[in-house]
């Protein structure tokens, strides 16, 4: 199972682009990288996944390196509701993905 | 369309007791999970349901055990609640993966149980 690192906290302001790296340096061939976001009280929600290259939607984007063995969400122009843990896992089959403790980000006005 | 839905919202028990936990999905997938947090921690993977009529160990089954009644309903049951289960739990559910990706879950609202 590929084991993640990321920070345990990270604070913005509204209006800033905020980038959290995703390490996963055991990553395997097949193994997809997937992020959730998660607010209080709720369950975590997809925000993306990617395989290789570069990967956009319309709430995030996701830059993974040639190599893999880490990652990057970005989130353009946070705002106060941005506020929640964002987890980063790797892996094949979903029952194979494990839930670190995330990263917590606060946004301030 | 409802999504992934739970029952109860909230459960207090005494430690022995025994409940089940009810999630439902209208989304026709196959794949269902049921997950626990702890206060401050990530989710972990009690048990999942890869398709009907299958079921199996996640990380953390002790003490649980679980029934994929039909195609969409996974119930988790505890047979002797013990503090230690005192967690928030969620159910979630997935069409599951294909060739070039994986499906993303949908999760429930969470049950929040206290064991005292």
């Known amino acids: 199972l590929a084991k993640t690192t990321q920070p345990i906290s990270m604070d913005s302001y509204e209006g800033q682009e905020v980038n959290i790296t995703c390490s996963h340096n055991n990553i395997a061939t097949n193994d997809y990288i997937t992020w959730y976001q998660q607010f209080p009280s709720q369950g975590p929600r997809f925000i993306i996944q990617?395989?290789?290259t570069k990967v956009t939607n319309e709430v995030a984007s996701l830059f993974i390196p040639a190599d893999r063995k880490s990652s990057t969400l970005s989130l353009p122009r946070v705002s106060l509701s941005d506020t929640a843990v964002y987890y980063c896992l790797v892996g094949d089959y979903t029952d194979k993905l494990i839930f670190g403790t995330g990263t917590r980000l606060q946004v301030f006005p | 369309n409802a999504g992934v839905t739970q029952t109860p919202k909230f459960q207090v028990l005494k430690t022995g007791q025994s409940m089940t936990l009810q999630c439902a999905q209208d989304?026709?997938?196959?794949?269902m999970y049921w997950y626990r947090q702890d206060p401050g921690m990530g989710l972990r993977l009690i048990y999942y349901s890869a398709s009907e009529g299958t079921t199996d160990k996640g990380e953390v089954p002790n003490g649980y055990n679980v029934s994929r009644l039909n195609k969409r309903e996974f119930s988790l049951r505890l047979e002797s609640a013990a503090p230690s289960q005192t967690s928030v739990y969620f159910c979630a559910s997935s069409a599951g993966r294909t060739g070039t990706a994986l499906y993303e879950q949908y999760f429930g609202p969470g049950t929040r149980l206290t064991v005292t």
């Open positions: 990617g395989y290789k």
């Open positions: 989304m026709n997938h196959n794949s």
